[in-house]
């Protein structure tokens, strides 16, 4: 079964330091990975998608297959980056686009 | 644009009550999602429907159902309540037009609180 797995519930980091969130997945097949963000107060928002190989907001993240990995890093955190970050995973064996698998979250506390 | 809109904002029933919660999705989005958030976990997928007809269904017992309306705005309606059923309710919606599923951005709204007493 799919399955995403964020091993850290918090992760509290100073202003200008790197931070990496983890993020590791079991999926049989080729899977599609995302990063949604939650600001305080805000709603849910996607923040990247592996298949753009973008950045947004200095954020990257790198789909490594082979570690079933999908960690998001930054290598300048700021005080703005606070927030509750989900990975999530498409199932791309079913129709369903909307269907995706999230894992239980990692609050980012980014302190002065 | 609004955004995607949820009603009520909270709600608070008791078990074995019924409840319907309401969505309505960015104008022109033809997909809408249910997702079930309980307390320090992700959000868990429900259902989709895309078009008025479903497109995929979560693990969720019977007592969870769902439709979508010609204006496609969509309602979840949940039976036999039990205190389980405590979570915030997020609903989703996506163009479904971009004819290619990893383009398709969800926008979520910002959710209806459930309290089952």
């Known amino acids: 079964a799919q399955r995403v797995t964020q091993p850290e519930k918090l992760l509290s980091v100073f202003k200008g330091a790197p931070v990496e969130l983890k993020c590791n997945y079991s999926?049989?097949?080729?899977?599609?990975l995302f990063w949604y963000v939650q600001y305080s107060r805000q709603r849910l928002q996607l923040l990247l998608r592996?298949?753009s190989r973008e950045s947004i907001k200095g954020f990257t993240a790198d789909l490594n297959k082979g570690e079933t990995s999908f960690h998001l890093k930054k290598p300048f955190a700021q005080e703005e980056d606070s927030a509750m970050y989900y990975c999530a995973l498409k199932d791309t064996a079913t129709d369903s686009w909307g269907k995706l698998q999230f894992g239980a979250g990692t609050q980012v506390v980014v302190t002065p | 644009d609004a955004g995607v809109t949820q009603s009520p904002t909270h709600l608070i029933k008791t078990r074995g009550q019924h409840v319907t919660l309401r969505c309505s999705p960015i104008s022109g989005h033809k997909s809408v999602s249910w997702y079930q958030q309980v307390l320090g976990q992700g959000p868990q997928f429900i259902f989709q429907?895309?078009?008025?007809?479903?497109?995929g269904r979560g693990n969720f017992p019977d007592r969870f159902s769902a439709r979508q309306f010609p204006n496609y705005s969509s309602e979840l309606n949940v039976n036999a309540l039990l205190l389980g059923d405590s979570a915030l309710y997020l609903c989703?919606?996506?163009?479904?037009?971009?004819?290619?599923?990893?383009?398709?951005?969800?926008?979520f709204g910002p959710g209806t609180r459930l309290l089952v007493l």
């Open positions: 999926y049989s097949g080729s899977p599609e």
């Open positions: 592996h298949i």
């Open positions: 429907y895309y078009e008025k007809e479903e497109r």
């Open positions: 989703a919606s996506s163009s479904g037009t971009s004819g290619r599923a990893s383009q398709e951005t969800q926008y």
